[in-house]
């Protein structure tokens, strides 16, 4: 995306609250220092972002490649061949620690460029510890909703059925219900840059637990952070021990954002366009019931996965020129819940999940062949046997 967009927002914010150049100045020599090394290890990372040149700053420095990100490799999760038929109408989406809302940006980006996903999205839920952003996610979102953005159409959202709201939370604390009711609901979570801000603070992993398992069955998490400092490896086991299951990466990247316009005469320094980053595609699991594998052909209703509008040029946000049409395949191993007394012998666990692996690859050498008989029948190809002249010309000569 453009930064002229960020721009715009910005210049908003300026003119609405009055700042001048040498507060933004300050502001971004303070959110840098934030945001380095050292704070994140410590953990003294925080910011009262209900400050405006704190807003404006880092929506300069970091929004752009925030969201272009995101961009990116949520284009290439949705085409994961596991995820699809995950999606039906009325997608809620939740930001977990997601500021302004540059993770919205992306996601939409993602989707706005596939016809399929056209007046499906009717949520979307920002939770952060600073409520202070509000004025900026409202100006973001509005510019969401009218076409302001490039590669999300006017039309991508039916304002009707449409909800947005940015709730001001600690998410490391004990949660209030209407959180957790947004949590429990979501379709899409995005965890971007979340993890490296409280990995350093206390019961961190105990409240990491406490969200994954609020994660519903069948809900998909984007999880993009530092690769600095291992942060993924780190928080990995907890993960899948609430049911969340790789289907994207661990990918290990520098991602490049280029921009045409920096301001650096005005912040002090530099718009950040470079990052080396940990990507991970989870979906979670329901680990609470017995093994169920399924295949889904794809419906007509479907067809629209397989084509997509154009897309933007920029060599970060390139993506594969259509969607392939093939048959979905699920494997979901489901185990009974853990207060039962089936499976407590290690030997017993170990035997299911070789059969579990031994079932998925048969059901994969199935699918193969499925889609070979379906690319013989498109092919009108008619069997011959291959003996029938000689056939012919031993009843030839009988004759003579």
């Known amino acids: 995306m453009s930064s002229q967009f960020y721009t715009s927002i910005i210049e908003e914010e300026k003119k609405r609250f009055g700042i001048t150049n040498e507060r933004l100045k300050t ?154 009711e947004i949590i429990s609901n979501a379709d899409i979570i995005s965890m971007v840059k979340f993890m490296s801000v409280i990995l350093a603070k206390e019961g961190c992993l105990d409240a990491l637990k406490v969200l994954g398992n609020l994660f519903k069955p069948g809900a998909i998490v984007l999880f993009i952070d530092n690769y600095q400092g291992n942060v993924f490896e780190s928080i990995k086991d907890i993960l899948n021990q ?21 301001n650096e005469e005005i912040y002090g320094c530099l718009a950040q366009t470079v990052a080396r980053i940990s990507v991970v595609g989870l979906v979670k699991r329901d680990i609470k019931s017995v093994p169920e594998i399924f295949c889904s052909l794809r419906d007509a209703s479907h067809s629209s996965w397989c084509k997509q509008d154009s897309v933007s040029s920029d060599e970060d946000e390139s993506t594969e020129s259509t969607l392939n049409t093939y048959c979905d395949k699920f494997v979901q191993t489901e185990l009974e819940d853990c207060s039962s007394n089936l499976f407590k012998n290690p030997m017993q ?31 009108n190809i008619q069997p011959k046997h291959i003996c029938c002249h000689c056939h012919s010309k031993l009843h030839f000569m009988k004759n003579a």
Request: include cysteine; glycine fraction near 6%; charge should be positive.
């Open 27 to 180: 502001a971004a020599r303070v959110i840098s220092s934030s945001y380095s090394k050292n704070s994140l290890k410590k953990g003294s990372t925080h910011l009262d972002y209900s400050n405006p040149e704190c807003r404006c700053a880092y929506v300069y420095k970091y929004a752009n490649l925030h969201a272009g990100m995101v961009t990116k490799y949520f284009r290439k999760f949705i085409r994961k061949k596991e995820i699809r038929n995950h999606f039906q109408r009325g997608i809620k989406i939740c930001s977990l620690g997601g500021g302004p809302g540059t993770d919205i940006i992306g996601i939409f980006k993602a989707l706005g460029v596939i016809p399929y996903f056209q007046h499906r999205i009717n949520q979307v839920s920002v939770l952060d510890i600073c409520g202070g952003w509000s004025n900026t996610f409202e100006n973001i979102i509005s510019c969401l909703l009218t076409g302001k953005v490039k590669d999300v159409p006017e039309t991508f959202v039916s304002s009707k059925k449409f909800k947005h709201e940015l709730i001001e939370v600690d998410l490391l604390r004990s949660l209030p219900e209407n959180v957790v």
């Open 242 to 262: 609430t049911g969340l299951e790789i289907v994207l990466g661990p990918l290990h990247e520098v991602y490049i954002k280029h921009t045409k316009q920096q």
């Open 349 to 379: 666990q170990a035997s299911l999940h070789c059969e579990v692996e031994e079932l998925s690859a048969l059901m994969e050498a199935l699918l193969d062949l499925l889609e070979v008989i379906k690319e013989v029948k498109k092919s």
